[in-house]
């Protein structure tokens, strides 16, 4: 049976209410304090009452996300088109790649902070290394998965190798660079969050919810925290609703992923 | 035959992948200009190997492959690839499909974009020209692979079982269609098939092959004039060639087993 179109809505809706409702509960039930435990409401009041700066925090860190986004989406790219072309350099990076992807970039953190120094530098490269990697590993195996039979006719046509790069490996490895960006849209926020925290107070930099972490945290102001953490939530929707739009726009027309069921 | 120098010329060619055993063995073979040769064999006999060779996407192991009395490369320029699948570029539409060859060579958009709309006209196609190829059945978008291929204008098509895929009734349609587009667009055509209706309703020659390795067993001839109308189907000469050729086929099947 067809799932109706109003209960993809309501069921998420009902799902939500319940586990607030259980919440609450657990509060009313156990008697925690509101600084260990708030309620829903009192989450809501904060995130009201501290609207002004979360919404300007947020705007900090959606800065610090989008340019770590971007650069790691360009150079990401543009690795992946060397990996993809020439097989000597694939071979001789590709492991050291994995083994730079394997590093926590936690431990790294102080270094960086000490060569891109404070602020908005290291927080865009805080991000840049967190949502670099997926792209370039998924746009290399798009550029390597061509279709074989493609290929030989781009070869009867005597295509040179740009052109096989730019008219066929390139379009046909757009879904799996897609989806590496699609990773990397929920990883930039969490990089510029975890930038800020580590960063973001060591000069007069625009702060950021990673900031606001540790700010509330020092103040004990876990309502506010809790909102903090809501409205993380919210800018990586943004960005994945971007990613997502962006596929459509790409992929509607022609991509089997797209293709409806209802034929 | 006319006095012509043939433009496929096989001369003891042999191919083994690597240090495989042997694909084909000591093929010998002349296409003459506008022939319309078709290679019918079980499978694992070599035969899209054949083409391959003849494409220059797989190099000859042993012997001498002549096209257009130059080495394959040389000759791709005149010729054109019909692949099993469609091999179309599902981003692209059916027009840009037909389009991309002559993309690739440079030729100015709206001369292109013309050139592409009337093949599509000629494989009766025109009002599709907008659509990708996950929104055309399984003959359309075998017509956009075959209109794509003629608007390089080859003097060679080598076709590789292109209408293996499809229904019967289709196959025919594009079988007598086919024929069609060769009289308006004539290229000399080599043909992989395993179907022996099909081979002796197109070609002028029919070469029948065994299997490990591939090797020639018999060749026969298919005298009926161009141009043929579906009606040939019903003719008893065309089931005495059919039967024929299944004879030849069985016996190049039981070479195998032996």
Known sequence: MKTPPWAIWLAPVLSGAVFLACWHAVRAATGLQSWILPTPAEIFEAAWREHGTLVRAAGGTAVGALGGFVAATLAGLAIALALGGARWLRTGLYPWLLVLQMTPVIVLAPIIVLWAGPGLPGIVTVTFLISFFPIVVNTTQGLLSTDAHLVDLFHTYDATRLQELWRLRLPSAMPYFLAGLRIAATLAPIGAIFGEYLVGNASGGTGGLGFLVYVYNTQIKIPALFATALISCLLGFIFVAAVSWLNWIVLHRWHDSFERHDR | ?258
């Open chain 2, 1 to 258: 035959m006319s006095d012509q120098p043939p433009i496929v010329r096989f001369r003891a060619v042999s191919k083994r992948f690597g240090g495989g055993p042997l694909v084909l063995e000591r093929i010998t073979l002349d296409v003459a200009a506008g022939e319309f040769v078709s290679v019918i064999g079980p499978s694992g006999c070599g035969k899209s190997t054949l083409l391959r060779l003849v494409a220059a996407l797989s190099p000859v192991t042993e012997g001498a492959l002549a096209v257009e009395g130059a080495a394959p490369e040389a000759a791709r320029a005149h010729l054109a690839f019909v692949f099993q699948e469609a091999t179309l570029l599902p981003w692209l539409s059916a027009a840009a499909n037909v389009e991309l060859p002559l993309r690739l060579r440079g030729v100015p958009a709206g001369e292109r974009q013309a050139r592409a709309l009337a093949l599509l006209d000629l494989v009766r196609l025109r009002e599709a020209a907008g659509r990708h190829p996950r929104q055309l059945s399984g003959g359309m978008k075998m017509r956009v692979s075959i209109a794509r291929a003629l608007a390089r204008e080859p003097r060679i098509l080598l076709l590789d079982e292109p209408f293996a895929a499809l229904d019967e009734i289709t196959r025919n349609h594009l079988n007598e269609e086919l024929l069609d587009w060769r009289s308006k667009a004539p290229f000399t055509a080599l043909f992989v098939t395993h179907s022996v209706a099909e081979a002796a309703f197109l070609s002028n020659r029919i070469v029948v092959m065994a299997a490990n390795p591939g090797r020639f067993r018999a060749e026969v001839r298919v005298d009926f004039p161009y141009p043929r109308a579906a009606t040939l189907r019903e003719q008893p000469e065309y089931f005495a060639k059919v039967a024929e050729v299944s004879r030849l086929l069985h016996a190049a099947e039981e070479d195998r087993a032996a």
